[in-house]
């Protein structure tokens, strides 16, 4: 996660260089549509993987090798029916959503990421429950530097759509290398993927699945329309460069907090297919303590060195610092957020936390980014702020039951 969230902040700071600021929020606003598809179609597919897969691969390996099996088809098939809806309404949605029409044959380039972003997602799950991350990162650090690469030649010689181009090569050679990847490390385990058994566990859909499809189905939309919001207004794409930038440069003081949630997350499910009660709660004090201390040192320093840093996407980016300093302030939200929601999250509870948080966020920062929209990338900044708040009581509220559940 360290390598995809740094080799995109390297690669904007390439393609900013490159490409102008309209054509790099052009870039951006397509880069935000595939993301909001794979995100939507993932449906939670890696999140379950993790959580069941940690949960029962020590007690219980054969029910871990039909959960495998059955996120292995889910993927599989949501990412086909995705990329193939994209394929088909790329420009329709260039022509009537984002009302530049030029955007329909990146979007169409997309496609094959959006079917491996769903693939790798699953990926990512399945190594992570089985607490592989030493073969998460070995196999991230070559697709990154790919990407890197490409957005140099393609960016250089065909612009956006060439910036498209290169997200969607380092993806498919991210997901092959993944496969590789999670074939070795099931071995490792003595799981067996169970294709055909895995309709057995058909109700792990119902509890967990659909709810985190749910979730996704909402806040990723929500995210995608901040971003149409602000592209929408007067000189619309080149606020969307700035605010993408920053929001770039944000979520590089999260990468650890989001590794550790990730991390722990596994860990603390693990801890309840034991009935290990003691060293689940120790755990996510401790997560919560590092996630805290590590988001001060990172806000600071971002805080601090933030023009300067900007500065490396080109001069007229340095106007989006107080963007900047608003996006770290929901960074702190957001990943003591996170941190919380470990608790809710290892526990199942997936339905509450689709009612209790996701509704009321994402609705918070649609109307939020809508009102706000005029103020350009300043006012989507803004929304962050307003639905993070949210966010952080919401998910605080909703531990709080889960917690009384578990005692």
Same mark, same amino acid.
């Given at each position: 996660m360290a390598s995809m969230q740094g080799g995109t902040l390297i690669g904007n700071a390439i393609l900013t260089n490159l490409l102008g600021r309209s054509e790099f929020g052009q870039f951006g606003m397509v880069q935000s549509t595939l993301l909001t598809l794979s995100g939507i179609s993932q449906m939670g597919i890696g999140m379950m993987a993790t959580k069941y897969i940690a949960e029962h691969r020590d007690s219980d390996p054969e029910r871990a090798g039909r959960v495998l099996g059955l996120c292995n088809v889910i993927s599989i098939g949501a990412a086909l029916l995705a990329s193939g809806l994209l394929a088909i309404a790329s420009d329709w949605l260039a022509q009537n959503i984002l009302h530049l029409p030029q955007l329909g044959p990146m979007l169409l380039i997309g496609t094959a990421y959006v079917?491996?972003?769903?693939? =790798?997602?699953?990926?990512m799950g399945v190594l992570a429950g089985l607490e592989a991350y030493k073969s998460l990162a070995i196999h991230s650090l070559f697709p990154t530097a790919l990407y890197l690469a490409l957005c140099v030649i393609l960016g250089w010689r065909w612009g956006a759509e060439g910036a498209v181009m290169a997200l969607t090569v380092s993806m498919m050679a991210r997901t092959a290398g993944f496969f590789i990847a999670t074939q070795k490390e099931s071995r490792r385990f003595g799981l067996i993927e169970d294709r055909r058994g895995g309709w057995q566990e058909r109700a792990l859909l119902w509890r967990f699945a659909l709810p985190s499809a749910l979730t996704g189905f909402l806040?990723? &939309? @929500?995210?995608?329309? !901040? =971003? !149409?919001?602000? @592209?929408?207004? &007067? #000189? #619309?794409?080149?606020?969307l460069a700035l605010f993408a930038v920053a929001l770039s440069l944000r979520n590089t003081i999260l990468i650890l907090p989001q590794i550790a949630n990730n991390v722990v997350l596994s860990f603390l499910s693990n801890q309840l297919g034991r009935k290990n009660l003691g060293s689940y709660w120790r755990l996510f004090r401790l997560n919560f303590i590092i996630t805290s201390v590590v988001l001060l040192v990172a806000g600071s320093c971002m805080a601090l060195f933030g023009k300067v840093i900007l500065k490396i996407f080109g001069a007229s980016y340095v106007s989006g610092y107080n963007v900047l300093l608003i996006l770290i302030c929901a960074g702190f939200l957001e990943a003591s957020s996170n941190a919380i929601y470990q608790i809710v999250q290892s526990s199942g509870q997936m339905w509450l936390s689709f009612l209790a948080v996701s509704v &009321?966020?994402?609705?918070?920062?649609i109307i939020s980014a809508y009102a706000m929209a005029p103020m350009g990338a300043k006012g989507a900044a803004i929304a962050y702020v307003v639905a993070a708040l949210v966010s952080f009581l919401s998910v605080a509220l909703a531990a709080r039951r889960v917690r009384a559940v578990l005692a």
């Open positions: 079917f491996f972003s769903v693939v =790798n997602s699953y990926q806040s990723m &939309p @929500a995210l995608w329309l !901040v =971003n !149409v919001f602000v @592209a929408r207004q &007067p #000189g #619309g794409y080149a606020e &009321p966020r994402d609705g918070v920062l």
